[in-house]
């Protein structure tokens, strides 16, 4: 996983501060391949309620990963019980690792 201890930690508490209750946080996609290099941040937030206001909510929760990284491309990909579920979530979800 191409992410620091301290930034692994952090993403967490942001994602609980922002979307005001205890959520899932997984990375996935390139930044899980230790071999390769750049490319931006995939995070998985999995809320088991409803969030209103997705979109505003994640862009916010990317924009301050994003400050935590220096200004780093974030792409934060949210599931709840309220929004349509894809094929996206369902790989990010199996092959994204925890933090």
Do not use: C, W
Request: a negative charge.
């Amino acid at each position: 996983m191409r992410i620091d201890h301290q930034t692994a930690k952090e993403i967490p508490k942001l994602a609980e501060d922002i979307f005001g209750q205890p959520v899932e946080v997984r990375l996935f996609g390139s930044r899980l391949d230790d071999q390769a290099r750049g490319g931006d941040l995939d995070i998985y937030i999995e809320s088991t309620s409803v969030v209103d206001r997705p979109a505003y909510l994640s862009s916010i929760l990317a924009a301050r990963i994003s400050r935590l990284l220096n200004g780093r491309s974030v792409d934060v990909l949210l599931k709840a019980p309220n929004l349509m579920e894809t094929d996206i979530h369902r790989i990010a979800k199996e092959q994204g690792e925890l933090l």
